[in-house]
């Protein structure tokens, strides 16, 4: 409510934010979480909450009038179509050499990403978070988010036989056939759920071509593990539409923060005011660094140091497709939720996610998202003359991702006798190096903020999100940042509430 005083303020309720409110909760402190995007939890006139990939309606996307698909065509038809303007759960937000890809709504990105829980290897560890005490993540963090996210792996003897993953034998079958190591890839879906689905006796979603827009069965998402623990607690009040905007040292102590709540046609509805005596930066990778630059560069918040906004990487993410011989289809019928990927990163820098294309008819793609050792690193700046957050990445710093991603795919086009797909990202166009689904930086940790993520220049100002990890996790990110987040809010409540 406006005019209110709170303890801690939360912005944003992805994994971070998640966390965050969680953990200060049980600790007895109230928590105010401020989402900008929808709650989701209420089903629309089709009787489900999301709706499905192959038919995105006003609740795909983020404020948009046409829908902007990760992929612009397939089999030389463009496939965008024109939507309602609405509060929908993906952002593709476009800054000028690269679209970011975000969920929006209560749960962050855990909405609609593919649940790819992966924990680093222990030895590329010291290059994600160089300042962090390995020993404690791997013994006591890693564990405590894994258990927390609910992550599980697919049960071998299903994969072997199910025609769902038919196009992942294909994979495994195709790497190991060029000496690459092929690995399970755990998930938080459910996968007794989806063993039933496949067996006909409950809903299908992930057998239904749900991912992207949101899973209405089967994937635990955040509104499924750490969400309804915060709320249990009696002391989290979660505000949806709402949208943070500023916050400024209060004259008495404290941080008074401006929060716009928001229509679901993205007008401003009401403007509110409430004094927070500690503020929790979790709006992700893009959203605190936009907040932050903004807050330093117009005086809000001018003690922030130099390193705001800067460290950004785009963990490396390029896709490609390939094409398979007539023999070896990859399946009609394939669920939507990626279970295993081929690790080249010790030789070639390039850890590579065997992905679903479910499309529903056979195509013989072999589709493939990699997370790559890309160095480049980009920053956030304040444009004072269209009153904006800019990003300095451009399309050409990709060049190094596609080098890596090659160490896998030319081998196997070689051993295989095939050629890549040109037909998913453009006409005549092999690498999708136009995108990334991991944003990861911006308020690095031990550089913008101490160790634990405890701003410097403020103090009861945190980053708590993908914000502190230095642009790359070697892996998916999710069970990073809030295996970090998990650590440091520990710290923090033990020091500073
Ligand atoms: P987020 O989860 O992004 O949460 C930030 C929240 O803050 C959002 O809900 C946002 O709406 C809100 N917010 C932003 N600004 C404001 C503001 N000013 N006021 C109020 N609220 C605000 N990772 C994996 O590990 N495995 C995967 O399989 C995987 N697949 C993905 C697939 C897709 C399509 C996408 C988009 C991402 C995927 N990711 C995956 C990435 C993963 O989802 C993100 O790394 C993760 O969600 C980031 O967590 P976070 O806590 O930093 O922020």
């Not at 690459?180 to 007794?192: A, I, K, L, N």
């Not at 990778?285 to 785009?314: C, M, Q």
């Not at 998202?369 to 920053?379: C, D, F, G, M, V």
């Not at 956030?380 to 090659?406: C, G, H, Y």
């Amino acid at each position: 409510t406006d005019g209110a005083r709170v303890s801690a303020l939360v912005i944003g309720s992805g994994y971070g934010g998640s966390v965050a409110a969680l953990r200060l909760a049980q600790a007895g402190v109230d928590v105010q979480l401020v989402e900008m995007g929808m709650a989701w939890d209420t089903p629309g006139p089709d009787g489900k909450i999301f709706c499905t990939t192959p038919n995105p309606d006003q609740r795909s996307f983020w404020l948009r009038t046409r829908t902007k698909q990760p992929f612009s065509q397939f089999l030389g038809f463009p496939i965008d179509k024109d939507i309602p303007r609405y509060t929908g759960i993906l952002d593709a937000e476009e800054f000028s050499g690269i679209t970011v890809y975000q969920g929006r709504g209560v749960g962050g990105g855990s909405l609609v990403n593919g649940g790819m829980a992966v924990t680093p290897k222990r030895e590329n560890f010291g290059a994600v978070l160089p300042t962090v005490d390995a020993n404690e993540m791997y013994d006591v963090y890693y564990p405590r988010a894994n258990a927390g996210l609910g992550v599980a792996t697919i049960r071998p003897a299903w994969f072997d036989t199910t025609d769902w993953y038919q196009f992942a034998r294909v994979g495994r079958k195709q790497a190991q056939r060029s000496g690459f190591p092929f690995v399970f890839v755990p998930d938080v879906y459910d996968w007794d759920y989806m063993e039933q689905e496949a067996a006909g006796t409950v809903t299908k979603s992930a057998l239904a071509g749900e991912i992207l827009f949101g899973n209405n069965y089967g994937k635990k998402s955040l509104q499924k593990t750490y969400l309804p623990k915060a709320a249990a607690t009696g002391r989290v009040t979660i505000s949806p539409l709402h949208r943070v905007t500023q916050v400024i040292p209060a004259s008495g102590g404290g941080y008074t923060v401006t929060i716009e709540q928001l229509t679901t046609a993205g007008a401003v509805s009401t403007i509110k005011t409430v004094t927070a005596d500690t503020v929790f930066f979790a709006a992700g990778s893009v959203g605190t660094s936009k907040l932050l630059v903004k807050l330093k560069a117009t005086g809000a918040l001018p003690n922030l140091n130099a390193e705001i906004g800067k460290g950004w990487g785009d963990n490396g993410n390029v896709m490609c497709g390939r094409a398979n011989h007539i023999w070896d289809p990859t399946g009609a019928s394939q669920s939507t939720i990626p279970c295993a990927g081929i690790d080249n990163w010790a030789a070639g820098g390039a850890f590579a996610e065997v992905a679903p294309l479910p499309t529903g008819i056979e195509t013989w793609a072999s589709f493939y998202l990699s997370i790559t050792k890309n160095p480049n690193r980009a920053q956030f700046t304040w444009n004072p003359t269209t009153r904006a957050v800019e990003l300095n990445w451009q399309t050409a710093w990709k060049q190094p991702s596609i080098d890596m991603a090659k160490t896998i795919f030319e081998k196997i086009n070689s051993t295989e006798g095939t050629i890549y797909r040109t037909d998913l990202f453009g006409t005549y166009k092999i690498w999708g190096d136009h995108l990334t689904y991991h944003p990861l930086g911006g308020a690095v940790l031990g550089k913008a903020t101490d160790n634990y993520g405890r701003l410097a220049g403020y103090q009861g100002l945190y980053a708590i999100d993908g914000s502190l990890i230095p642009g790359n996790t070697s892996v998916n990110p999710f069970v990073t940042i809030t295996a970090l987040a998990e650590r440091n809010i520990e710290k923090i409540i033990a020091q500073d509430f």
